[in-house]
């Protein structure tokens, strides 16, 4: 809807910090294709990236990345007037490929620490086998369609209202739960501060 659009640079930022999984849009020999995948971003790119041999991680055509965060659900007093709380940004881009090792270690970096605050300097850094088996794509920010939707229903001053129903909305409260250890975790190594303070908090913002 025209209206849930926003135009101010904020709100993509907000969208972004807020999402964790992104879904690129491409097509392959004629092909549409859809891939999730978790993101890295700055001020002027987004970051995806996946094995050197997909073939969904190719530049120099256009794309199509969306971000989406469920806010609630909207419940109306009919059924035609339902709908969705969320946040969501369509980029569209040409991707460039990154090959300089700064620029490829950078935007592993900003992914990894997107996801996981506090775990690119916990973890072991990629080895050059890792990253040459690793391709990275950088989609400039420039253009982007930002909606948000958050407010009631839509039909409270209808003549549906008389039909004495419940109406309103039903918020999503998703929140991350406590550490799991890998099986083959020797005894005695607990999770580091950044991952067990994280137990109880949501997990989007």
Known sequence: MKDNGRTDRAFLTEVLAAGLVAHLGVV?????????????????????????ASRSLTAGAEVCVTVTVLDGLILARSVFEHGINYRSAMIYGV????????????????????????????????????????????????EASVKISDGPPDDGDGPDAALGLWAGRLPVVATWGAPIA???????????????ARTGRPITG
């Open 28 to 52: 392959i020999d004629g092909h549409p294709m859809v891939v999730p995948t978790v993101y890295g971003y700055d001020d002027q790119r987004i970051f995806l990236h996946g094995s050197a």
């Open 95 to 142: 991707p460039e490929k990154i090959n300089d090792p700064d620029d490829l270690l950078y935007g592993l970096r900003l992914l990894t620490e997107h996801v996981a605050p506090g775990q690119w300097d916990y973890t072991r850094r990629p080895s050059k086998k890792e990253l040459a088996a690793t391709a990275l794509l950088a989609i400039p920010l420039a």
């Open 182 to 196: 890998d099986p083959l975790l020797p005894p005695g190594i607990e999770p580091p501060p950044h991952i067990s």
